[in-house]
């Protein structure tokens, strides 16, 4: 599997814009790039996901490198429920396996 | 819309009893995942179901865990004779279908104790 590597934790105000980087250099040509979060005692939320094209949702917005090796979360306006481990996941679409591998994540926190 | 629903949020065993953990799917979904996730570390894969077929079980311990996916009912997984290291939370997700650009739904998970 193709593996990401994110910053371990990362700081923000509240009401400010969040960019949360992931690098995926090895990131195959129809590998998908899923991001989700864990809120503390929960379960991982789904968040947004794209392929080549930046993506924009309700939630977030994903911008993905050119060359694909890298991609960054933006968090438009960060609130206090923002808080979370944030996870970047590549998903292959080869054989029956549909496991997410989950890394360490970075844990965002919001300062008001 | 009801998402994926795990029951119990909590639950807590003795050694050498067993523990069933059960998640229904949200609405539509037929695939399910089960996840682990102990103390202090990452969610871990353990087993990808269909209905009534186990898909994919390589992250599932050799012994003592098996997991199924009924035509009716929910996903059960099951731990026979509990050891204190299963103490983890437990997370279930669902799928509408299992190409890779479709996301995983995910529960609030069990969480399992061990006495």
């Known amino acids: 599997d193709a593996k990401t590597t994110q910053p371990n934790s990362m700081e923000s105000n509240e009401e400010e814009p969040v960019h949360l980087p992931c690098n995926h250099s090895?990131?195959?040509?129809?590998?998908?790039i899923h991001w989700y979060r864990q809120l503390p005692s929960q379960g991982p939320e789904y968040v947004i996901h794209?392929?080549?094209s930046n993506v924009n949702n309700r939630m977030a917005s994903l911008a993905i490198a050119e060359d694909r090796k890298s991609s960054t979360l933006i968090l438009h306006r960060a609130t206090l429920r923002d808080a979370a481990v944030y996870y970047c996941?590549?998903?292959?679409?080869?054989?029956?396996?549909?496991?997410?591998?989950f890394g360490s994540g970075t844990q965002l926190t919001v300062l008001p | 819309n009801a998402g994926v629903m795990q029951n119990p949020r909590h639950l807590v065993r003795r050694r050498g009893q067993e523990a069933r953990l059960r998640c229904s799917p949200m609405?539509?979904?037929?695939?399910v995942y089960w996840y682990r996730q102990l103390p202090e570390e990452g969610l871990k894969f353990m087993v990808y179901?269909?209905?009534?077929?186990?898909?994919?079980e390589s992250g599932m311990p050799k012994e003592r865990f098996s997991a199924e996916f009924p035509k009716e009912g929910p996903s059960i997984l099951r731990i026979q004779q509990v050891v204190r290291g299963d103490s983890a939370a437990y997370f279930c997700?669902?799928?509408?279908?299992?190409?890779?650009?479709?996301?995983?739904?995910f529960g609030d998970g069990t969480r399992l104790s061990i006495l």
């Open positions: 997700a669902s799928s509408f279908d299992r190409v890779s650009n479709q996301p995983q739904h």
């Open positions: 090895t990131i195959s040509g129809t590998d998908y």
């Open positions: 794209g392929l080549t």
């Open positions: 996941i590549l998903s292959s679409p080869s054989g029956s396996a549909r496991q997410l591998t």
């Open positions: 609405k539509g979904h037929s695939h």
């Open positions: 179901l269909q209905k009534e077929n186990i898909i994919d």
